[in-house]
């Protein structure tokens, strides 16, 4: 098993209320997978099941692999600028 | 080439000066201020979040993107976070050059890259109280035009 730290920002931290979980997640896990146990907590569903995701700050693609100590971030549409 | 996140006002003249230079022959400044409204409602300020690592980083590799594609070393980028009231200045870009015509198509360049890719988000603060996430991929459907 490993931990990675998945980042919840603006419509996605209010739905889950946090802005921060540790997840456990079995060796060879994926973006997808990380997202599918964001997804099942308490607020999730209110998750995209295929969001905008960066893994240690460079965009990512859902079947990228994640390793220990990764930092997941799950981006809403952007309203920069 | 400076690029930031900030949480305080931004002082765009002072930004002018920093980009200008003796072989500058054009200096172009992009100020983008908070709107009283938006899709047909009153706005009374915005609040501006950030995943500021990666958005420095963005920040960062548009500005390099611009110098190299228009030949413009000279770009700065100030996107502040927090609570802004209507009229203040969200995003400051600045770019010198010797000549307008790359000023110019460099700092368009650069406020649409912010749009699209910078992990900025904004909640909008409405007269009556309410408080709600932008979601621009919402609104350009409904509008089909310009992005707000």
Not at chain 1, 47 to 75: H, K, M, S, W
Not at chain 2, 66 to 85: K, M, Q
Request: negative net charge.
């Amino acid at each position: 098993m490993m931990t990675i730290r998945a980042l919840l920002f603006a419509s996605y931290a209010d739905a889950l209320q946090r802005d921060a979980v540790d997840l456990a997640l079995p060796a060879g896990a994926t973006v997808r997978d990380a997202i599918e146990r964001l997804r099942a907590l308490p607020g999730g569903a209110l998750l995209p099941a295929a969001p905008l995701v960066a893994v240690n700050q460079e965009f990512a693609r859902a079947d990228r692999e994640l390793a220990a100590g990764d930092e997941l971030a799950v981006i809403p549409p952007v309203a920069g600028g | 080439m400076r690029t930031a996140i900030v949480g305080r006002a931004i002082d765009a003249a002072s930004l002018g000066a920093e980009a200008a230079a003796p072989e500058c022959g054009a200096v172009v400044t992009f100020i983008g201020t908070v709107r009283d409204h938006n899709d047909g409602r009153r706005v009374s300020g915005i609040e501006y979040a950030a995943y500021t690592a990666m958005a420095e980083r963005e920040l960062a590799a548009i500005a390099r993107e611009a110098a190299s594609r228009f030949g413009t070393p000279a770009v700065i980028i100030e996107h502040r976070v927090g609570r802004l009231a209507v009229g203040e200045a969200s995003i400051v870009i600045v770019v010198g050059h010797a000549h307008r015509a790359a000023a110019y198509d460099a700092s368009r360049y650069v406020i649409e890259q912010v749009k699209r890719r910078v992990p900025i988000w904004k909640r909008e603060e409405y007269a009556d109280g309410t408080r709600e996430w932008v979601d621009p991929t919402r609104a350009a459907e409904a509008v089909g035009s310009e992005t707000p």
